[in-house]
Protein backbone atom coordinates (compact mmCIF):
# COMPACT_ATOMS: atom_id res chain seq x y z
CA UNK A 1 0.00 0.00 0.00
CA UNK A 2 1.34 3.33 -1.11
CA UNK A 3 1.68 6.17 1.72
CA UNK A 4 1.70 9.76 1.66
CA UNK A 5 3.07 11.76 4.25
CA UNK A 6 0.64 15.50 3.47
CA UNK A 7 1.55 18.19 5.76
CA UNK A 8 2.43 22.42 5.49
CA UNK A 9 2.53 25.07 7.05
CA UNK A 10 0.64 26.27 10.37
CA UNK A 11 -0.11 29.38 8.84
CA UNK A 12 -2.13 27.87 6.36
CA UNK A 13 -5.59 28.41 7.23
CA UNK A 14 -7.59 27.19 4.40
CA UNK A 15 -6.81 24.32 1.87
CA UNK A 16 -7.43 26.15 -2.19
CA UNK A 17 -9.36 24.03 -4.35
CA UNK A 18 -5.68 23.13 -6.40
CA UNK A 19 -4.63 21.54 -3.28
CA UNK A 20 -8.04 19.42 -2.43
CA UNK A 21 -8.05 18.34 -5.93
CA UNK A 22 -4.36 16.27 -5.80
CA UNK A 23 -5.71 15.07 -2.10
CA UNK A 24 -8.38 14.08 -4.29
CA UNK A 25 -6.34 12.01 -6.43
CA UNK A 26 -5.00 10.82 -3.55
CA UNK A 27 -7.67 9.37 -2.19
CA UNK A 28 -9.43 8.12 -5.73
CA UNK A 29 -5.91 5.90 -5.45
CA UNK A 30 -6.72 5.11 -1.86
CA UNK A 31 -3.29 5.47 -0.57
CA UNK A 32 -2.55 5.76 2.82
CA UNK A 33 -2.36 9.41 3.95
CA UNK A 34 0.14 10.08 6.66
CA UNK A 35 -1.31 13.54 8.45
CA UNK A 36 0.43 15.01 11.98
CA UNK A 37 -1.95 16.67 14.22
CA UNK A 38 -1.19 20.21 14.54
CA UNK A 39 -2.93 23.22 13.66
CA UNK A 40 -3.37 24.69 10.21
CA UNK A 41 -2.28 22.87 6.95
CA UNK A 42 -2.33 19.45 8.74
CA UNK A 43 -5.98 19.90 10.32
CA UNK A 44 -7.22 21.67 7.03
CA UNK A 45 -6.01 18.42 5.91
CA UNK A 46 -7.93 16.50 8.28
CA UNK A 47 -11.00 18.91 7.92
CA UNK A 48 -11.18 17.81 4.05
CA UNK A 49 -10.83 13.93 4.31
CA UNK A 50 -13.19 13.63 7.14
CA UNK A 51 -15.85 15.60 4.73
CA UNK A 52 -14.84 13.14 2.03
CA UNK A 53 -15.44 10.40 4.45
CA UNK A 54 -11.53 9.05 4.06
CA UNK A 55 -10.78 6.45 6.54
CA UNK A 56 -7.52 5.33 5.30
CA UNK A 57 -5.06 7.46 7.25
CA UNK A 58 -2.97 7.01 9.90
CA UNK A 59 -2.51 10.25 12.27
CA UNK A 60 0.59 10.56 14.16
CA UNK A 61 0.70 12.21 17.43
CA UNK A 62 3.86 12.87 19.43
CA UNK A 63 3.78 12.02 22.93
CA UNK A 64 0.08 10.67 24.16
CA UNK A 65 -2.06 13.37 23.49
CA UNK A 66 -3.16 14.28 19.68
CA UNK A 67 -4.32 18.02 18.75
CA UNK A 68 -6.29 17.42 16.57
CA UNK A 69 -8.15 14.58 15.36
CA UNK A 70 -11.19 15.28 13.62
CA UNK A 71 -11.68 11.67 11.68
CA UNK A 72 -11.33 10.05 14.79
CA UNK A 73 -8.72 8.02 12.75
CA UNK A 74 -6.17 5.65 14.34
CA UNK A 75 -3.22 7.54 15.42
CA UNK A 76 0.19 6.66 15.59
CA UNK A 77 2.30 8.24 18.90
CA UNK A 78 5.85 9.30 18.79
CA UNK A 79 7.61 8.96 22.16
CA UNK A 80 10.02 11.89 23.23
CA UNK A 81 12.17 12.53 25.82
CA UNK A 82 11.12 14.16 28.44
CA UNK A 83 13.54 17.19 28.04
CA UNK A 84 12.43 17.46 24.05
CA UNK A 85 10.06 20.34 24.28
CA UNK A 86 8.84 22.89 20.92
CA UNK A 87 10.18 22.40 17.46
CA UNK A 88 12.09 19.46 18.57
CA UNK A 89 8.93 17.81 20.31
CA UNK A 90 6.67 17.90 17.40
CA UNK A 91 9.61 17.15 14.87
CA UNK A 92 9.73 13.32 16.27
CA UNK A 93 6.25 12.75 14.58
CA UNK A 94 7.12 14.78 11.70
CA UNK A 95 10.41 12.73 11.10
CA UNK A 96 8.27 9.77 11.59
CA UNK A 97 6.09 9.91 8.56
CA UNK A 98 8.86 10.68 6.59
CA UNK A 99 10.74 7.32 7.00
CA UNK A 100 7.01 5.74 6.58
CA UNK A 101 5.82 7.52 3.32
CA UNK A 102 6.55 6.53 0.41
CA UNK A 103 6.21 10.45 -1.09
CA UNK A 104 5.48 13.61 0.12
CA UNK A 105 3.02 16.56 -0.18
CA UNK A 106 3.73 19.52 1.32
CA UNK A 107 1.89 22.68 1.49
CA UNK A 108 4.57 25.32 2.12
CA UNK A 109 4.20 29.35 3.07
CA UNK A 110 8.47 29.79 1.98
CA UNK A 111 8.30 30.47 6.02
CA UNK A 112 7.85 27.72 7.81
CA UNK A 113 10.95 26.14 8.71
CA UNK A 114 9.03 22.83 10.28
CA UNK A 115 7.35 22.31 6.53
CA UNK A 116 11.11 23.15 5.01
CA UNK A 117 12.45 20.12 7.60
CA UNK A 118 9.84 18.10 6.49
CA UNK A 119 10.63 18.23 2.57
CA UNK A 120 14.66 17.80 3.97
CA UNK A 121 13.62 14.90 5.93
CA UNK A 122 11.83 13.49 3.02
CA UNK A 123 14.31 13.96 0.53
CA UNK A 124 17.05 12.44 3.12
CA UNK A 125 14.55 9.40 2.90
CA UNK A 126 14.83 9.29 -0.75
CA UNK A 127 11.31 10.30 -1.11
CA UNK A 128 9.89 12.60 -3.86
CA UNK A 129 8.08 15.28 -2.65
CA UNK A 130 5.48 17.62 -4.38
CA UNK A 131 5.56 21.21 -3.28
CA UNK A 132 2.71 23.34 -3.26
CA UNK A 133 4.37 27.01 -2.45
CA UNK A 134 1.79 29.21 -1.70
CA UNK A 135 3.08 32.53 -2.29
CA UNK A 136 2.93 32.22 -6.02
CA UNK A 137 0.39 29.11 -5.63
CA UNK A 138 2.59 27.03 -7.83
CA UNK A 139 3.48 22.99 -7.60
CA UNK A 140 7.02 21.91 -7.81
CA UNK A 141 8.29 18.51 -8.01
CA UNK A 142 11.18 18.24 -5.39
CA UNK A 143 13.46 14.70 -6.28
CA UNK A 144 17.06 15.68 -4.49
CA UNK A 145 18.94 18.85 -3.53
CA UNK A 146 19.07 20.60 -7.03
CA UNK A 147 15.21 20.71 -7.18
CA UNK A 148 14.82 22.21 -3.49
CA UNK A 149 17.45 24.74 -4.16
CA UNK A 150 15.96 26.28 -7.34
CA UNK A 151 12.84 26.60 -5.09
CA UNK A 152 14.61 28.09 -1.92
CA UNK A 153 15.88 31.20 -4.48
CA UNK A 154 11.72 32.58 -4.25
CA UNK A 155 12.45 32.70 -0.37
CA UNK A 156 13.24 35.66 1.26
CA UNK A 157 17.26 36.46 2.31
CA UNK A 158 16.02 36.67 6.30
CA UNK A 159 13.93 33.26 6.13
CA UNK A 160 16.70 31.35 4.33
CA UNK A 161 18.71 32.79 7.10
CA UNK A 162 16.85 31.01 9.97
CA UNK A 163 16.61 28.16 7.50
CA UNK A 164 20.47 28.55 8.02
CA UNK A 165 20.27 28.42 11.34
CA UNK A 166 17.86 27.00 12.25
CA UNK A 167 18.33 23.75 10.08
CA UNK A 168 21.81 23.91 9.37
CA UNK A 169 20.10 24.18 5.45
CA UNK A 170 23.50 24.09 3.67
CA UNK A 171 25.26 21.19 5.46
CA UNK A 172 22.00 18.96 4.88
CA UNK A 173 21.46 19.74 1.39
CA UNK A 174 25.46 19.12 0.87
CA UNK A 175 24.30 15.27 2.44
CA UNK A 176 21.90 14.85 0.10
CA UNK A 177 23.47 16.45 -3.26
CA UNK A 178 27.45 15.97 -2.46
CA UNK A 179 28.53 19.17 -3.09
CA UNK A 180 26.64 22.44 -2.62
CA UNK A 181 26.96 26.26 -1.93
CA UNK A 182 25.07 27.88 0.49
CA UNK A 183 21.77 28.92 -0.03
CA UNK A 184 21.89 31.72 2.22
Known amino acids: MIKVFIGGSRKITKLPSSIAARISNIIGGNFTILVGDANGADKCVQKYLAEKQ ?9 GNVCRNNIGNW ?3 SVSADANEKGFDFYALKDLQMAREADYGFMIWDAKSRGTLNNILN ?17 FHTIRNAEDLSALLVRCDKQSLAIF ?21
Open 74 to 76: KTK
Open 54 to 62: YENVLLFCT
Open 122 to 138: LLGESRKVLVFFSPDKS
Open 164 to 184: EEKLELSKRLTRSRGTTKSVA
